[in-house]
């Protein structure tokens, strides 16, 4: 849609709602009334023309067949679209009749909207246009605004048509409703200071979004084509891609079907109302939200585009999703193999403040299977940064990615220009996913980053100032063909221009993340200041230090801790402390006390017997408690054992390492080790298995936590190799742990694309100094009146 045009009519309809609605609606609510009259006027000025052959079949079905109810496929056929009004009225009709009378212009008016067709009443309810008409009935402007929604200057049609002076006014598509739709959006919330609402998609994006999808396919594109928007909005990636499709490769035997699903009721009922306007089946279109349903679970698209909202919660549908950790909707979890190549199912779900990965999910979900006749199918999905590298190996994003690129779907991926969307001004990517690559592209993905590729608007639409050309659509297109790299040139002052491209491996996207060990070495002593603590729980020890300091030995009376819980809530609340239900009721359960009582008691006689000598190495210490516990008859768990351990213990570089345990490895059992850690044997200290001096003996040590580190190993490189060069020759005592490796995948396209740019020469920017220089003492001269001779001499 043309610019000038489209902000034409959105200072055209933007003065509608300040000339009659001013006192009426607050300027954030004109929203509520302007959007379901605009959608409400292009479905009325269809109707018009076939509106007494719709009454006449009435008449016909009411008189001549005696029908109690209305067979609605005669009265769609004589209205010429899928919807229909069987009253009298038309929004023109209504005018022109009306008389001074709000009451009777209400009662008409009501008479119409209840003549619609069902699926026209469905849009009716989303406005909630009823409650609106009677609001401004009653207060008196509801003839105002029909009056100007009828104004023969403003065309909300789908036809060109003339004004009253000739000249013509060109019809509203639905992209250009879409636009109309954004901008009356943004108008209308900056009034309250609220957002702007959802990313409407350029029409420009749209183009470049069909011509990546369809043209590579342009000669296998199937007689019956199925399109889908999981997050359609007002419907414009729908039926641009409809358009194109039509314009660009037309077929007298295709047949086109659109499918998509919106949460927002407004947005729905423009997209409805335009299906229904261009004759595609409305039933198509669902309302909704498309992660907390699965609406076309048994269908399968052919093509799928889409827009999903980014940076978006989806805490609120969470439980739709997951049960706990576990996910529940199999659309959300994938299989895929660990590092010893066992099959499991994961998490793909990403964190719940963004949930734009999931809605890429959705479609993954939809593709169709080319391993049973059909081409297979091909997305394009407008995504921010974050889908690219946020997530660890292992996390539910870093899974969809690796789910995509290890099953070959992943094609390509365009980095668009900053401030190219209407609402966002952050960089944005297309992704180009396809479950049936062409030999030439199979195992590989294109990066293309199109970022400087892009031609300034004369005024901004929101954040949006600058656009796409027609020839900038070809060059990505061509470029994304050819599947082959391309570098920026470099202009007079060497920054880069242009386009640039690069073609990867699937897996050099790929990494491994290992975690990197090291024993902990311990010493440990008895000692009153260090058993102390075990009478609390660690979690709760400040309250428990404080009521046990307050009331001594009564904490462990029954019913005491009730009748002093008022008494603890405040001291909590005074120091800001916020204890959960479950943390209310551990703190005042007697039992719990006791039975931390029962541990510090268990240390008081360790402690009793065993002295207070510091001990070097704890595997000597820990033996000789287990010989007092055995001795004395002392039971504790194996939790409690470790609580007392672990208070009168702490890390010494100094000190013995700690054993984990002595294991037996000879035969068909090291032979499996071996092979599972691919290794010889003499390489094993290198993953934790340290020969004890004994034969076919294995030592393995206890690690240290706060010594632990991780390394991210590209997938290509050998694990034990990059340990070996980069690791053990700084840390010697250092082992791999194999069972913690996790697979992850990233895309950085800072990484891929950057290019130096030399710094100038001191000569060139000391020229730069001199003639700054030499620019000011004129400027100087020419203020004080002082020639510039003067002062030079």
Known sequence: ?????????????????????????????????????????????????????????????????????????????????????????????????????????????????????????????????????????????????????????????????DDPDGYSMPALSNLGMGYVFEELIRKFNEENNEEAGEHFTPREVIDLMTHLVFDPVKDKLPLTMTVYDPACGSGGMLTESQNFIEAKYPSSNRDIYLYGKEINDETYAICKSDMMIKGNNPENIRVGSTLSTDEFAAQRFDFMLSNPPYGKSWATEQKYIKDGGDVIDPRFKVKLRDYFGKEETVDATPRSSDGQLLFLMEMVSKMKDPAIGSLGSRIASVHNGSSLFTGDAGGGESNIRRYLIENDMLDAIVQLPNNLFYNTGITTYIWLLNNNKSQDRQGKVQLIDASLLYRKLRKNLGNKNCEFAPEHIAEIAQTYLACTGAERALDANHDAVGIASKVFSNDDFGYYKVTIERPDR??????????????????????????????????????????????????????????????????????????????????????????????????????????????????????????ILNAVSWYDESAAKVINKTVKLNGDKLQDLLERLECEAADLPDFGFYPSGKKDEYITYDSSADLRDTESIPLKQSIYQYFLDEVKPHVAEAWINLDSVKIGYEISFNKYFYRHKPLRSLEEVAQDIIKLEQQSEGLIAQILGISVDKIQG
Not at 21 to 40: A, N, W
Not at 78 to 102: I, P, R
Not at 598 to 619: K, P, S
Request: glycine letters at 4%; one cysteine or more; hydrophobic letters at 45%.
């Open 1 to 161: 849609m043309d610019h000038s045009v489209h902000n034409k009519l959105i200072s055209f309809i933007w003065n509608i709602a300040d000339d009659c609605l001013r006192d009426v609606y607050v300027r954030g609510k004109y929203r509520d009334v302007i959007l379901p009259m605009v959608v409400l006027r292009r479905l009325d000025t269809l109707l018009e023309p076939g509106k007494e052959a719709v009454l006449a079949e009435v008449r016909f079905q009411k008189e001549e067949l005696q029908a109690t109810e209305l067979d609605d496929a005669p009265l769609m056929a004589a209205s010429g679209y899928v919807f229909y009004n069987t009253s009298k009225w038309t929004l023109n009709s209504l005018f022109k009749t009306a008389t001074n009378s709000q009451q009777i212009l209400l009662a008409n008016f009501e008479e119409y909207l209840l003549g619609f067709s069902d699926n026209v009443k469905e849009i009716v309810a989303c406005f909630n246009l009823q409650a609106q008409i009677r609001h401004m009935a009653a207060k008196q402007v509801l003839l105002d605004v029909v009056e100007k929604f009828v104004s023969p200057y403003i065309n909300l049609t789908h036809k060109a048509v």
């Open 522 to 643: 311990r010493k440990a002593r008895f000692s009153r200041e260090a058993i102390r603590p075990l009478r609390f729980d660690k979690q709760l020890a400040e309250v428990m230090a404080w009521l046990y300091a307050e009331h001594g030995d009564k904490v462990y009376e029954k019913g005491f801790l009730a009748s002093v819980e008022k008494d603890t809530q405040g001291w909590c609340a005074e120091r800001d402390i916020s204890l959960n239900t479950k943390a209310r009721s551990k703190l005042l359960d007697v039992k719990n006390w006791l039975s931390l009582q029962t541990v510090y008691h268990c240390a008081e006689r360790l402690m009793a017997t065993i002295g207070g000598e510091e001990f070097d190495d704890f595997n000597r210490f820990k033996a000789q408690v287990e010989q007092v516990l055995k001795a004395e008859k002392i039971k504790l768990s194996a939790a409690e054992k470790n609580a």
